[in-house]
């Protein structure tokens, strides 16, 4: 589903960006509700996808069970607001996913990992975010980081800042371009003004609530964007309950990529390569163990070339 444009700051506006939903994981897929990539607009700094889910009831909805499969080119973020994940990659790590802790996992080269929402888990919620590495540090290694931030009061509302700046906050999490990340809980019925980097194009997605963003409304699942060029982001939480929203930034990401299946490449060419390299088993992406079962297998690839897309100006 394509957005819509509607009168906001900034030279363009604020740019509401709904869902779709789609099924994720193989087999045993649950649905998330996917903002980006979409053809509006692919990237909004060097995020280039964004999956938000839940919550759900995990005896009705089976929960999250993501068998191992590969990434190449990306940072993958993890953040709950409800429920717990169990995490295994190819690096060896083995963590745990829980409300208000970062995980950050890169692949560059090629790694792989594994999802799977604990037994202790009775609602699954949260969302999956990737960051497209740039072209110098696309073949970067593997890595893992846990970052668990503090609680920064202000006046209506509490901040979360995972990544980047925020409300005078610093994340000490690498990440390859500059980039904002950030959980905000906002008060009932508060306004809140935040002090943003001119230099960054943002977007909003409210997971609670409505949110107001300048003047413009944002229900449930949609993500507001808005250009460079702005040095404050005014939002209000307009119900009378607490709404919860994830607000993401970063400088406009110039390079052109090529996005399939799990891999974010520059050309056709790569990703079939990668592909290639997944369905031989090769020593590229390493292997999880612990896992209780099969890795996912590739989807066929189309038989046209695939496109590279770049950000929409």
Not at 18 to 40: E, I, K, N, W, Y
Not at 52 to 67: F, I, K, L, N, Q
Not at 226 to 251: E, F, I, K, W
């Amino acid at each position: 589903m394509s957005g819509k444009t509607e009168t906001g700051p900034g030279p363009f506006g604020v740019e509401v960006l709904s869902a779709r939903d789609v099924p994720l994981g193989g087999p045993r897929a649950m649905t998330v509700r996917r903002t980006l990539p979409q053809r509006a607009r692919t990237l909004i700094g060097a995020w280039c996808f964004a999956d938000h889910y839940g919550p759900d009831d995990v005896a009705e909805s089976g929960g999250m069970d993501v068998a191992p499969h590969p990434h190449i080119g990306l940072q993958t973020v993890s953040w709950l607001f409800g429920g717990e994940i169990e995490h295994r990659d190819s690096l060896g790590s083995h963590a745990l996913v829980r409300p208000g802790e970062l995980n950050l996992m890169t692949g560059g080269r090629g790694i792989s990992h594994s999802e799977v929402s604990t037994a202790r888990t009775t609602l699954l919620h949260g969302v999956q975010l990737w960051v497209a590495l740039p072209g110098e540090h696309r073949d970067a290694a593997r890595d893992f980081q846990h970052y668990a931030p503090g609680t920064v009061r202000l006046d209506g509302a509490d901040v979360r800042v995972f990544l980047g700046s925020l409300a005078g906050e610093t994340s000490p999490v690498r990440t390859f371009t500059p980039l904002l990340g950030a959980e905000l809980l906002l008060d009932p019925g508060a306004t809140v003004t935040l002090a943003t980097d001119p230099a960054f194009e943002h977007g909003l997605l409210v997971d609670e609530g409505e949110v107001r963003l300048s003047d413009t409304l944002l229900h449930p699942a949609e993500l507001g964007y808005t250009a460079p060029g702005s040095t404050a982001l005014t939002l209000t939480n307009t119900s009378d309950a607490p709404a919860r929203t994830v607000l993401l930034g970063g400088p406009p990401f110039e390079e052109e990529i090529v996005m399939w299946w799990n891999f974010v490449a520059r050309t056709d060419e790569e990703i079939r390569r990668a592909r290639e390299d997944w369905a031989a088993a090769s020593d590229r992406f390493g292997e999880v163990t612990g896992y209780p079962g099969t890795r996912l297998p590739a989807p066929e690839l189309p038989a046209t070339p695939l496109k590279p897309r770049g950000r929409v100006r």
